[in-house]
């Protein structure tokens, strides 16, 4: 099917041409790392799924996905515009104006996918270039200006890429994944509580109706002092981030604070908490719904990553035409068997 397979970020499973999958954006970290403790240590997720097909040469076609326009605005926001390079077939320019899901992929396979970085290195190099310019010979000139082109990219901005999940991988973990609540009930003994996606979203109305009544009272607000509107604006969103107290019941609300693995990740290209807000006041209420949903699934697939020490990479294997499986089946058998190991040892350890 193609000369190409893309790699499931996940599995590590080839994905075929026309195979459904999920896409996530990264943004690279620093390499100077010096914690591993989290799923994001090489690479921030912007938490906002969209999804469409493998396209067999490292793109997805069919997009689609109420995230999707967001994530397309929000890189052409915060893109760092280039001109075309010296290699007219792999430096194509970036800009804002003709910045679309096309050019996501294409700046992305050249390695030109990059957003705004204020504590960029190569920002200063340019404007030491502009004033120093009088006092540089023509060879420092030109050897400065093509140091920027082709190797100040690396630091112009933040590089952002994308992963691909694949699609029937992605949805079992969505449906499989179980996560356990500790807690003392009333009679202060301990339990154990295990639920799973579809217990989320059992408690998604309850947070939408929570949403909707603070809505109700911002617009008496203004209506009741219409000189007032900053206040009844401040007055909702202090509210609404804030709808469940922390040790809340309402599973849905829980997740929806996106506090699982690392802070970073709900802030990185959007800040998710701002778009839960922004969307309760301007979506029709199908559409806020699918959203939440869509970032609901998100934000659990991020505790599987962290639960399953998991990190957010660029697989091995992209371009391959590899589809042999007999590796993946030897480690499934090897984990199973560790497995199968020490859950015999807890068993033997309760029963003494």
């Not at 926001?77 to 075309?84: P, R, T």
């Not at 979506?283 to 639960?307: C, G, N, T, Y």
């Not at 294997?317 to 058998?333: P, V, W």
């Amino acid at each position: 099917m193609g000369c190409w397979n893309k790699t499931c970020m996940i599995s590590n499973l080839h994905i075929r041409a026309g195979e459904r999958v999920v896409v996530f954006m990264l943004g690279a970290r620093s390499p100077n790392y010096d914690s591993f403790c989290y799923s994001n240590s090489y690479y921030d997720p912007c938490l906002v799924p969209f999804y469409g097909k493998y396209n067999d040469y490292g793109a997805v076609e069919d997009c689609y996905g109420i995230g999707l326009e967001y994530v397309v605005e929000a890189l052409r926001n915060q893109l760092v515009e280039m001109e075309q390079g010296s290699n007219p077939y792999h430096d194509p320019p970036a800009k804002k104006d003709t910045f679309n899901i096309e050019q996501l992929f294409e700046l992305d396979h050249e390695g030109r996918l990059l957003v705004a970085d204020h504590y960029s290195e190569v920002r200063y190099l340019k404007g030491f270039l502009e004033m120093s310019r009088a006092n540089l010979t023509e060879k420092q000139i030109e050897s400065l200006e093509l140091h920027i082109e082709r190797e100040g990219v690396k630091n112009l901005g933040q590089h952002v890429t994308h992963v691909q999940i694949h699609g029937e991988v992605f949805d079992y973990i969505i449906d499989n994944f179980k996560v356990e609540d500790h807690y003392y009930n009333a009679k202060n003994q301990f339990v154990r509580r295990e639920y799973g996606f579809s217990d989320i979203l059992g408690d998604l109305p309850e947070y939408i109706a929570k949403i909707n009544e603070k809505l109700k009272e911002a617009e008496a607000m203004k209506k009741a002092d219409p000189t007032d509107v900053k206040y009844a604006l401040w007055r909702i969103r202090s509210e609404m981030v804030d709808l469940f107290p922390w040790d809340t019941a309402n599973r849905a609300a829980r997740f929806l604070r996106f506090d699982s693995g690392s802070e970073s990740s709900s802030r990185f290209l959007i800040n998710i908490k701002e778009l839960v807000l922004s969307s309760a006041t301007k979506l029709p209420p199908e559409q806020f719904q699918e959203l939440l949903i869509d970032l609901l699934k998100a934000q659990w697939f991020s505790a599987f990553m962290s639960m399953a020490r998991k990190t957010w990479y660029k697989p091995t294997g992209e371009g391959s035409q590899n589809d042999e499986l007999r590796g993946h089946l030897t480690l499934i058998g090897a984990m199973q068997s560790v497995i199968d190991k020490q859950k015999k040892e807890y068993e033997e350890d309760e029963e003494e």
